[in-house]
């Protein structure tokens, strides 16, 4: 070819020996904000990022990634009261992801393919006393396990699984489910013993040659409330008819069951009853359903199971066969104050759901070891006053549910990781919250939330099957779909394809992307286009 | 090839045998027989492979050219008179981009008032658009300037426009050597594009210049003109090995080795030029003609030799520069070493006026006689624009001029009111 | 039907790319391979919609030819922008001839391809409002008439915005522009009859014409691809917005073309030989205010006292483009 004209005509990439990066005054930045789920996530669950996983069909790594933080996602994702979906942000588009549904799928998956935890690297040397294998026991042993700590648990009790077995019935949790979710954590090399009480710590420590001990021994003896009662009136409580449910012989409960409470328990509680063939099963709670401690969850189920519940009520007495029940009502300031009117109840048995208390004896004369209103003290690292010694679970403040515990032991294993090296453990920074105004929605499809299958209303009644059912794939993975992934780049390719200047870099597969400075003009399209907030501008430095 | 054929159908073949690619034909007069008879050709499939294309306008008709010639192949229009207007803007864009386009203008003057006669006025006000300008005296020419336009225009990637005078020689039926396919095979290469739109190798055609680098470009469109003004003669002699004749080049003389007084002009009017000269040569008048065949490059230095030697000269022309007088002229003047004063300009011809050879003879002999004006208006009907401009001093709304000279000329049907 | 809408199930997102979706689904931006045919360092405005909706037309159009591609370019904003000396951005083979003759250029190059029996090589033409509307009109009519074998693409951003924001014929009606001040009693550029280039295009009964957005990009590159399908001339017609001449921010260019189709101001829209196949339905039906309001070129109707007559008469002409396009679903099963 011979020679082009002179100016008029140029060559291909010329363009790019204008840095157009110099017009700018904002720029763009990727970053990471926390989502609401893993905000709410009491277990600290990167729930964002499992799904992520889940959404491509790759649940071994949504697994993997769900793992480190919670051992148990099968167990979790049938008893989780699921506060990340109540802070879901999809639930001001139209409702909140299925996040637990995804967890349980995720984790039957993982039991049916009998994935197993990666063991530590190398061993510490260090030995770990954890006393209770309930949930906040449990997960403590196995992050410990997994950083190479020495773990024993010593449990009370005839099995592994503290209040997720003798607390939460068969119908909400099977315990195949349980019993593979536990025996996986074992496998990692945690000693377990069975029916074996700590009697007392310091002694269990020095003759076990520990270097740390975890207290989680959960909260298992049963408030009680005073009740005149007749002699031959039938009062239990619900911890024990719950706990012996686990054994060979079912409690005798009569027709007519009375359960005296509002929370959780108290519906496993009257829910258990009807199973066991009481015609009526009745709870009675002296406040409104506003004020109820139990999860909506919880009372719907058992309304369809046939439950009645008489809300502003207490029991002044109880008979042979009947009770006596007075009416209450909320004074200006929202609290119960009897009214004087009484009315009677029939009923073959009274059983109390009224709360728990912990057994604390075992701390007894431990120095330093501060208890304070039924709990032990523990400082922000969940070290009590004594060094070495670690409490969490239901047995110091908080709320006492499963992922809770699931969180503390995590918390309490980081803890006492850095104890024994000598250090101590620092609370990443967290991101920047990804609210729902961060978001761009319009990229979001309309999607309604899958439903799981439930078990019909009679076999509810009669029988301990599992009431609620799991997702299929296509449905777990519809589902995982439906998550708007706040505040984390899920690799949509907007900003790749938005950028009027081709100022953004994809650099592949889980690669994510970089912007081009030379070129990136500032104009924030990427910024206002990107669907879950991954982007910020901040003023350019000039 | 001898035949006895009209002008557009021997610039037609002409064309043909150069082989266009791309053809766009939007109709004017008098251009139309030559489009005409190029598009009969394509359809017939004489003319292969070639895309003729009905454009809505003379403005497609030279972006059209401009988008095939881009694309890396030749392409032909033909235009005259409004239609050279109507497309100025993209005869301008085809010359800066540089484009190897050929054009025939069937030279025609410019309204208003419309008239469809012959003159220069279109390819004149063109004159500055960078395209090559070639004038024919005759259908010969005009056949093998259109051959040479070619080659010129793939050689120096730029655009020729060949002139020639509307009717007079486009519907004039005059014998013609015709070349042979292999005659002008021989003597045009195929068309090797400077720049092309290729996706193998895209470019960025058309670019916006600054004034960082715009008046080197236009720079260029000169150096580069100006080398036709070397290539062209230097052909002359490949031409006639193959065609059999001399044709083309930069200027024609006639009888002016000893001539006083020198004929300037551009096109037809050179053959009634040339008929007069050899009658007042009969009489020993020392007289001669300079014809331009190429105005754009202009000749400069052929033009000063032709004139060394001359006394005086008359410039007769077939357009006007309106205030001042000629076009033509005044680029013979700057070409001219002697006195400016010796130039004198014969504007001629205009919206197809006959130029007589009686007109003419009496002209050359007033300028012969040194009693011709500097600037003279053949034939001019002094009398009806006197009427005219008295009529225009005496009354504010006197009406359209060219309809008051009808009126005065007595012209039934141009009455009005 | 040309677009099929990425369904749930697929991806869960209408955005560009997406990883859940296999390779032949993705739209060609989403590619790491992709053309960049409007390459970086071009001098458009910041969020320039005319920038994004050119590199989304042009790599599409690349795709669907297997990078056979010539484009000829209208004078204007985009040309001006991509093509100062000594840098172009165009990776592919492109010129620039005039304002007002870009579909002409282009018709030369498709006759020089199709002489040179380059049936594969396929040729764009592209040019702003100005440029197609008014200027262009009549060139584009002839190329439409002939049938030539060219796309022609107009950037519509509503004003001669490269020669700082004049009125054109696709200036909608109250519309500030330079030429069309909000003075006196003025509201803005007056109510015409409209010079709807689509429909005058599908009155030339030609293979193909349709209508399209820098908000949906996988509607636009399906468009772009459905065009390359056809043989002979065909109009693709894309709202770009213009932060500099409509007044919005620079990060609210894909916003507003979307609040151009949701409110039914911008039909979104497919016809083949001239006949309507397809639209683009509403996703969630807006009042004009929502896509006049953020708009500093309509600034002047919602002072106090707010243009209540002309803001109504501009939900009027929203509405007769739902009812005569049929853009809402309900519409649809009402007729």
């Not at chain 1, 040659?209 to 959960?218: I, R």
């Not at chain 3, 979307?258 to 309507?276: C, H, I, M, N, Q």
Request: with cysteine; glycine share 10%; net charge negative.
């Amino acid at each position: 070819m011979k020679t082009k004209p002179f100016a008029i005509t140029l060559d291909p990439g010329s363009s790019l020996a204008n840095r157009t990066g110099s017009w700018r005054t904002v720029r763009p930045e990727y970053i990471d904000r926390l989502p609401p789920c893993n905000h709410a996530c009491p277990a600290g669950e990167n729930i964002q990022g499992w799904l992520f996983h889940a959404e491509s069909g790759h649940y071994e790594e949504a697994w993997r990634v769900l793992t480190q933080d919670n051992p148990l996602p099968a167990v979790m994702g049938r008893v989780c009261y699921h506060p990340c979906e109540t802070a879901c942000n999809r639930a001001q588009l139209d409702e909140s992801v299925g996040i637990n549904a995804i967890e349980r799928f995720i984790g039957d998956e993982a039991l049916r393919c009998r994935w197993k935890f990666a063991p530590p690297l190398s061993a510490t040397g260090k030995r770990v006393l954890i006393v209770g294998a309930g949930p906040s026991g449990l997960s403590a042993a196995y992050q410990l396990a997994r950083l190479g700590h020495a773990v024993a648990i010593r449990e009370a009790g005839p099995a592994p699984g503290g209040m997720m077995r003798f607390g939460i019935p068969k119908y909400r949790l099977p315990r195949a489910v349980l019993d593979a979710e536990i025996q996986r954590i074992l496998d990692l090399g945690v000693a377990l013993e069975l029916d074996s009480r700590v009697a007392n710590v310091l002694d269990a420590m020095r003759r076990g040659g520990f270097d740390a001990v975890f207290l989680a021994v959960g909260a298992h003896i049963a408030k009680r409330a005073y009740i005149p009662a007749g002699s031959a009136s039938k009062m239990l409580d619900a911890i024990s008819v719950l706990r012996s449910m686990e054994g060979g012989e079912r409690p005798l409960l009569g027709r007519r069951v009375v359960v005296y409470g509002g929370g959780n328990t108290a519906f496993d509680m009257a829910r258990t009853a009807k199973r066991l063939g009481a015609e009526e099963s009745i709870i009675i709670y002296r406040r409104t359903r506003e004020k109820m401690p139990a999860h909506e969850s919880e009372l719907e189920e058992a309304l369809q199971e046939g439950v009645l519940v008489k809300w502003l009520s207490t029991i002044r007495q109880a008979g042979e066969s009947s009770i006596t029940v007075e009416k209450m009502q909320l004074d200006a300031r929202g609290n119960a104050q009897p009214t004087g009117e009484f009315e009677t109840l029939e009923a073959d048995s009274v059983v109390l759901a009224l709360g728990q208390d912990v057994d604390l004896s075992l701390l007894d004369g431990v120095p330093g070891l501060e208890v304070q209103d039924g709990v032990a003290k523990v400082g922000l690292d969940m070290m009590t006053g004594h060094p070495g010694i670690f409490a969490g679970g239901d047995m110091i403040r908080g709320e006492r549910t499963v992922t809770v515990g699931i969180g503390h032991g995590k918390l309490a294993a980081r803890n006492i990781d850095a104890w024994l090296r000598g250090a101590t453990w620092v609370h990443p920074a967290s991101h920047e919250f990804a609210s729902f105004d961060k978001l761009n929605t319009w990229y979001y499809s309309d999607a309604p939330k899958s439903r799981q299958p439930v078990l019909d209303t009679i076999r509810r009644q009669s029988t301990f099957e599992e009431v609620v059912g799991s997702f299929d794939e296509f449905t777990a993975q519809f589902e995982a779909r439906r998550c708007l992934s706040c505040g984390n780049c899920f690799e949509c390719d907007n900003c790749y394809g938005v950028c009027p200047d081709n100022a953004v870099i994809k650099l592949g597969p889980g690669q994510r992307y970089e912007f081009n400075y030379d070129y990136c003009k500032g104009c924030g399209l990427c910024v206002a286009e990107c669907p879950c907030g991954a982007i910020r501008t901040v003023p350019e430095e000039i | 090839m001898l035949k006895q054929t009209e002008g557009s159908a021997a610039v037609a073949e002409a064309v043909a045998l150069c082989r266009p690619e791309v053809i766009c034909a939007y109709p004017i007069s008098p251009q139309t027989h030559i489009v005409e008879a190029l598009g009969r050709m394509v359809t017939a499939g004489r003319l292969a492979p070639c895309e003729f294309i009905n454009v809505e306008s003379e403005f497609a008709a030279m972006s059209v050219a401009i988008g095939a010639s881009a694309a890396g192949v030749r392409a032909y229009t033909a235009t005259a008179s409004q239609g050279l207007l109507f497309m100025a803007e993209a005869v301008y864009n085809a010359a800066g981009l540089g484009l190897p386009i050929v054009m025939t203008v069937a030279n025609r003057a410019i309204g208003a008032p419309i008239n469809i006669w012959n003159d220069h006025s279109d390819a004149l006000s063109q004159r500055d658009c960078g395209w090559i300008q070639l004038f024919a005296e005759d259908n010969q020419e005009a056949l093998d300037l259109h051959i040479q336009a070619f080659r010129l225009a793939e050689e120096l990637s730029l655009p020729v426009m060949v002139c020639m005078d509307g009717y007079i020689l486009t519907h004039a039926y005059e014998q013609v050597d015709l070349p042979t396919q292999e005659q002008v095979d021989a003597y045009l290469p195929p068309y090797e594009p400077r720049q092309v739109l290729d996706p193998a190798s895209p470019i960025s055609i058309g670019a916006m210049v600054g004034p960082e680098a715009f008046m080197e470009v236009r720079y260029l469109a000169h150096a580069k003109q100006k080398q036709a003004l070397e290539l062209m003669p230097s052909w002359t002699d490949e031409f006639k090995r193959i065609f059999g004749r001399e044709s083309g080049g930069l200027t024609h003389t006639y009888r002016i080795e000893d001539a006083d007084t020198v004929v300037v002009a551009l096109g037809s009017v050179l053959g009634t030029i040339k008929d007069t000269i050899d009658g007042m040569r009969e009489q020993g008048v020392r007289i001669g003609a300079l014809g331009i065949t190429c105005f754009r490059p202009w000749p400069t230095v052929a033009v000063r030799r032709a004139l060394a030697d001359a006394k005086r000269i008359v410039v007769l022309e077939k357009s006007l520069a309106v205030g001042l007088g000629g076009i033509v002229s005044n680029n013979v003047a700057a070409s001219y070493a002697g006195s400016p004063d010796l130039v004198h300009t014969v504007i001629a011809g205009l919206g197809g006026r006959a130029i007589t050879r009686a007109s003419l003879h009496q002209m050359f002999g007033q300028a012969v006689e040194g009693r011709l004006e500097p600037v003279t208006f053949l034939d001019l009907d002094h009398a009806a624009v006197e009427r005219v401009l008295a009529r225009e001093r005496e009354q504010r709304r006197s009406g359209p001029i060219a309809e008051s000279i009808l009126r005065d000329l007595g012209v039934v049907g141009a009455r009005i009111g | 039907m040309t677009y099929q809408p990425i369904r749930f199930y697929q991806t869960g997102t209408f955005t560009v790319g997406n990883r859940l979706l296999p390779d032949d689904q993705r739209s060609v931006q989403a590619n790491m391979r992709r053309t960049n045919s409007l390459n970086s360092g071009h001098r458009a405005c910041q969020g320039c919609g005319e920038a994004l909706g050119a590199r989304y037309a042009i790599d599409a159009a690349m795709e669907a030819t297997n990078r056979q591609l010539v484009a000829a370019n209208a004078t204007g904003c985009l040309e001006v922008f991509s093509t100062p000396y000594p840098e172009t951005s165009w990776q592919i083979p492109w010129i620039h001839s005039l304002f007002g003759n870009a579909a002409a250029v282009a018709t030369g190059i498709a006759a020089a391809m199709r002489v040179k029996g380059r049936d594969d090589v396929r040729v764009v033409a592209q040019g702003g409002d100005g440029g197609t509307n008014d200027i262009g009109f009549g060139c584009l009519s002839g190329m439409f008439e002939r049938n030539d074998d060219v796309l022609y693409i107009c950037y519509d951003n509503e004003g001669y915005m490269n020669t700082g924001v004049q009125r054109s014929s696709a200036t909608p009606p109250a519309a500030r522009t330079n030429t069309t001040m909000p003075l006196g009693e003025s509201a803005g550029n007056r109510f015409g009859q409209g010079k709807y280039l689509p429909a005058i295009a599908m009155a030339h009964d030609i293979p193909y014409v349709a209508t399209a957005t820098v908000a949906e990009l996988h509607d636009l590159e399906a468009k772009v691809r459905r065009a390359m399908e056809f043989r002979g001339a065909r109009y693709i017609h894309i709202l770009v917005p213009c932060p500099l001449g409509w007044g919005h921010g620079s990060a609210e260019t894909i916003k507003i073309a979307r609040l151009a189709k949701e409110t039914g101001l911008f039909p979104v829209l497919e016809a083949e030989g001239g006949k309507l196949t397809n639209v683009s339905k509403i996703k969630k039906k807006l009042p004009v205010e929502e896509y006049l309001r953020p708009q500093q070129r309509f600034a002047h109707l919602f002072r106090d006292p707010p243009r209540r007559d002309v803001i109504d008469r501009i939900q009027q002409m929203a509405d007769r483009n739902i009812l005569r396009y049929r853009l809402l679903e309900d519409v649809e099963r009402r007729a």
